[in-house]
């Protein structure tokens, strides 16, 4: 059997390694202190801020497009209440000899005048070859009692 030498109380441990090249705390380096640590690389700052600018420029340009879909929606439904605001003027001030339904189709022409607007039940193909007035539209009285606009005539 073999016997424990007793320790020294006094004894001091001395380091062989060169004191310049030990790190007193290596786990605060910024590089790996050991052959077999893992590889530190830098940060590339600028390629980070280039991806960063990049992603942010998509992610703008994404909602602002999307805005412009939802502005140019409400540009078309504001003139959609335009023309249906326009279209009940015209059959208002037009000559009916009848009184219109609400959910009724009708069609509004003008006279040949121009002054003048014409609300009828009959539709422009069912005139003939010859229709005694200009076809401005298909329309359909609304409950709120303004004019959906079915078809409208095309204005070449």
């Known amino acids: 059997m073999s016997e424990k030498k007793p320790k020294e109380e006094n004894e001091e441990i ?11 705390n290596p786990h605060n380096l910024p590089y790996a202190h050991t052959v077999s640590g893992v590889e ?18 998509k992610q703008t ?19 959609g209440i335009k023309d249906r605001v326009t279209i009940s003027e015209q059959i208002y001030n037009a000559e009916m ?32 070859p010859n229709p005694p007035y200009r076809f401005i539209a298909t329309v359909e009285l609304l409950s709120d009692h303004t004019w959906e606009i079915l078809e409208k005539a095309d204005e070449a």
Do not use: C
């Open 14 to 24: 001395i380091n062989p390694i060169d004191p310049d090249k030990i790190a007193e």
């Open 97 to 128: 000899n009848f009184e219109p339904l609400i959910g009724f189709t009708y069609h509004l022409y003008e006279r040949s005048s121009g002054d003048q607007y014409v609300l009828s039940m009959v539709g422009p193909r069912e005139w003939g």
């Open 40 to 57: 530190i690389k830098p940060i590339d700052k600028g390629k980070v801020k280039g991806r960063s600018v990049k992603a942010m420029y």
């Open 61 to 79: 340009d994404m909602q602002l497009d999307q805005i412009r879909k939802q502005i140019e929606l409400l540009a078309q439904q504001a003139q």
